[in-house]
């Protein structure tokens, strides 16, 4: 049995990002696997790994920077090595109040773009990913030509972009745009991946209760933002793993290239019943 799960045979989760949601897909979706789990902090992997090979999982760290194109290579590489990669769930990322409107515009823009791009060329049949973004790409409004970039544009290109460049300071404005741009690149990916035997999906959470929505909901617009939701509630960790098991799963195999909503009501209630 032990020359068996180290065999190249095994199956392989990647996911990136050792935080609250992080863990969670890495529970549901890792049972029998081999879980390589990515984080730029290598404390945080380090807590985490250990957390989860007490449990019993076959989990293993490795320190990435998504915002770096090289290390996401190397992070695929090594996922190819050991073993199929059945499932890559990219959830690493910052929010507006966690970080400037560069660093986010680095990590959540660029990072998903890297992250994409490089487990294309280790994808192989049946492999599925699922990019975590967020409901506030469901309220961006941004213009045909801007979208079509942000869709399609080379990784290297995308801080050019106008609505890119328009964020300026902002760090919410840049957490809107790279939302939906995470959305819009899915959807452009699809086709490559589909070549490849493979799927890609996004999910996009409202508020769930992780250290990074903690800090948007302390913050001035922490109220405003439970009341959107239309549950009443804020979401679990538990409650987006779930979708991301079912993305990546055989229930799923012929839904790819799409978003699935999964905010308790939040974005319905922005676009209907907001008042100011």
Request: negative net charge; contains cysteine.
């Amino acid at each position: 049995m032990a020359e068996q799960r180290s065999g190249p045979s095994r199956e392989v989760v990647v996911v990136t990002g050792a935080g609250g949601m992080g863990v969670a897909v890495a529970r549901r979706i890792g049972s029998g696997r081999t879980v390589l789990l990515a984080d730029a902090s290598r404390g945080q992997l380090d807590r985490v790994v250990g957390a989860l090979s007490d449990e019993g999982y076959a989990a293993r760290g490795v320190l990435t920077d998504v915002s770096d194109r090289g290390s996401v290579d190397a992070l695929a590489a090594e996922a190819a090595g050991a073993g199929r990669v059945s499932a890559v769930v990219h959830t690493a990322g910052v929010s507006a109040a966690q970080a400037t409107a560069e660093t986010i515009l680095r990590v959540n823009l660029l990072g998903t773009a890297h992250v994409i791009d490089a487990f294309e060329g280790v994808a192989e049949p049946g492999t599925a990913m699922v990019c975590v973004s967020s409901m506030a790409g469901h309220v961006a409004s941004l213009g045909r030509e801007d979208e079509a970039a942000l869709a399609t544009a080379p990784a290297a290109e995308l801080l050019d972009i106008g609505a890119v460049k328009a964020v300026g300071d902002s760090a919410t404005r840049a957490y809107i745009v790279s939302k939906r741009a995470n959305q819009l690149r899915v959807e452009a990916a699809a086709l490559a991946w589909s070549r490849r035997g493979a799927r890609i999906n996004s999910v996009s959470p409202g508020v769930v209760a992780t250290a990074m929505a903690k800090a948007e909901a302390d913050g001035p617009s922490g109220a405003r933002m439970l009341e959107a939701s239309g549950a009443g509630r804020t979401g679990t960790p538990a409650e987006i793993a779930d979708a991301v098991a079912f993305l990546t799963g055989p229930e799923a195999r012929y839904i790819t290239g799409t978003d699935l909503l999964v905010d308790g009501g939040q974005a319905a209630w922005l676009r209907h019943h907001r008042t100011a």
